[in-house]
T-cell receptor
């Protein structure tokens, strides 16, 4: 059983640029959630995808967007990067009907630095 | 709105000593509570969870937590810690707000001194 895989592990971008982060969900999981973890903080919910549609969003602006593909993998896109977007971005997968009970399987994250 | 408060940002302890990491939650509905651990440069790993039933929950690596509804707490404990327990620990509540999601506390950094 494979876990959640995220790529890249690290990247550095310039303010104003766009970035795409990728996530492969755990085998058998059909729901993907993205979280932002700023330095010294707990993870904050960005949004969730189920059956290729966004089904919930946290307090993040529209320049944060995502996709889910038929194989349940996912992308997080951030446009017009700001310095405050520097954070660890975590992808988490789950089986939708059991998420609230079982929690999620997290990837190791992508460390984004905006300069 | 549901929220989670971790009362200590840092907890230093000596190796083989007991430790308690404190977590309080606020929720007006049934709660499902979790503790996650994050080792340096890694993602989150589930330690244990409370859904219902027995208020004492046992998890991996010798950790346990006690759900206290009257005090709205879910403190994490370990009777004897090891150097390898050095990590960041996060308490979280699972809620449905549009999507099913986790609301995390700020985290507690556990440092084990030899």
């Amino acid at each position: 059983e494979t876990g959640v895989t995220q790529s890249p592990t690290h990247l550095i971008k310039t303010r104003g640029q766009q970035v795409t982060l990728r996530c492969s969900s755990q085998s058998g999981h059909n729901t993907v959630s993205w979280y932002q973890q700023a330095l010294g903080q707990g993870p904050q919910f960005i949004f969730q995808y189920y059956r290729e549609e966004e089904n919930g969003r946290g307090n993040f602006p529209p320049r944060f967007s995502g996709l889910q593909f038929p194989n349940y993998s996912s992308e997080l896109n951030v446009n017009a990067l700001e310095l405050d977007d520097s954070a660890l971005y975590l992808c988490a997968s789950s089986l939708a009907t059991l998420s609230i009970f079982n929690g999620y399987t997290f990837g190791s994250g992508t460390r984004l630095t905006v300069v | 709105a549901q929220s989670v408060t971790q009362l200590d940002s840092q907890v230093p302890v000596f190796e083989e000593a007991p430790v308690e990491l404190r977590c309080n939650y606020s929720s007006s509905v049934s709660v499902y509570l979790f503790w996650y651990v994050q080792y340096p440069n890694q993602g989150l790993q589930l330690l244990l969870k409370y859904l219902s039933g027995s208020t004492l929950v046992k998890g991996i690596n010798g950790f346990e937590a006690e759900f206290n509804k009257s005090q709205t707490s879910f403190h994490l404990r370990k009777p004897s810690v090891h150097i390898s327990d050095t990590a960041e620990y996060f308490c979280a509540v699972s809620i449905i707000q549009g999507a099913q999601k986790l609301v995390f506390g700020q985290g507690t950094r556990l440092t084990i001194n030899p």
